[in-house]
């Protein structure tokens, strides 16, 4: 009746001192297909393929924009730059592995694969908290303490607070994930997911690392309340400045720089309330996929696009690229002669 397709479980015995009985430790995982039919199967990769295509080519232009363009380096970019690199890790984290399982009927991912899944969007994660955190500081400065932009701001306590926040990141994540993999799983090896998420490998492991894990995420999800909030006052005090501007054009130019990481916050946001608070059980294949899409492959392939749509020197600099990388140089030879041609006549 279910399209969810079961592979055996592969399993070992495995016997302590302490103990002379034999118990099964589980040494890979089964993760979920969403159908069993085989066409359901290559549309959903070629679908995660192109989105996942999509993604990359749209944070690597950015990227390469901030990087190659003089005008784009400032803090906020340097920033945005850090924030384009997380977007590329963590979506490269769990959707390859779901096309080339799909791809080869094979769902299975060892323990130490899904270790490792679980360390690094743990880590790209919580590094993009808080480098959410460093951006909205970084815009209170320039908007409501402007004269002083350039004393506070200084590249070097941009690297200190970006190298800050990779740091953060990988110490949490490496308190979780060692917690969580620190004693053997022993009961179901079928994980409820395209890739090896949180909650739902919790649910499989024994309670004892539970609880602690548990009392893990209460912890993170405290701090992410804490930096939630800091940022609702910092967008707060921007706001209220930009509201002040007496000039239209200055209210607009700084809406631009705001806007579009007030929305990636929302969207981050709202993708960690759906880990959290989403439903582990009762749940159909499709939704369990819709769930997960919401933030492992919606934030990265909605990040780009904000931001060239909402910030005008991003476009420039993206336009730019673009003709430098299609149109041939000899094209714009001749395209500059035949504009100097009409100027002089």
Avoid at 26 to 33: C, D, G, V
Avoid at 42 to 49: I, K, P, R, S, Y
Wanted: some cysteine.
């Amino acid at each position: 009746e279910s399209d969810i397709f079961y592979s055996c479980c592969f399993k070992m015995n495995y016997s302590t001192q302490a103990d002379m009985g034999n118990f099964s430790i589980i040494m890979e995982f089964f993760l979920m297909e969403y159908s069993s039919i085989r066409e359901l199967q290559v549309l959903h990769a070629v679908l995660f393929l192109l989105i996942y295509i999509a993604a990359l080519m749209g944070n690597f232009l950015t990227i390469t924009a901030i990087v190659t363009d003089p005008h784009l380096h400032s803090p906020m970019y340097f920033f945005l730059s850090n924030l384009s690199l997380l977007d590329i890790g963590c979506i490269s984290v769990t959707v390859p592995k779901f096309i080339v399982n799909s791809l080869t009927h094979n769902q299975t991912i060892s323990l130490l694969g899904c270790a490792l899944q679980i360390f690094f969007f743990d880590f790209l994660a919580a590094t993009e908290v808080a480098l959410l955190v460093a951006m909205s500081y970084d815009r209170f400065v320039a908007i409501c303490q402007p004269l002083h932009y350039g004393v506070i701001m200084t590249p070097a306590r941009c690297i200190w607070v970006a190298t800050s926040s990779w740091l953060t990141g990988c110490v949490y994540s490496a308190l979780h994930t060692g917690n969580m993999f620190r004693l053997p799983f022993s009961g179901s090896n079928v994980i409820h997911q395209f890739f090896c998420d949180i909650p739902h490998v919790l649910k499989v492991s024994c309670s004892e690392v539970r609880y602690t894990a548990y009392v893990l995420l209460a912890t993170s999800s405290t701090i992410v309340l804490f930096c939630f909030g800091f940022l609702i006052i910092s967008y707060t005090y921007i706001f209220s400045t930009v509201f002040k501007m007496p000039s239209v054009e200055g209210r607009y130019k700084a809406l631009s720089t705001c806007s579009p990481q007030l929305i990636i916050f929302f969207l981050f946001v709202l993708a960690a309330l759906v880990t959290v608070l989403g439903p582990l059980s009762d749940t159909s294949p499709i939704q369990n996929l819709l769930i997960s899409m919401t933030y492992t492959i919606l934030p990265p392939f909605m990040n780009p696009i904000i931001y060239s749509l909402r910030n005008t020197k991003i476009k420039t600099a993206l336009c730019r690229i673009i003709k430098i990388v299609f149109v041939p140089r000899r094209k714009c030879h001749v395209l500059r002669i035949l504009k100097c041609k009409i100027i002089h006549d």
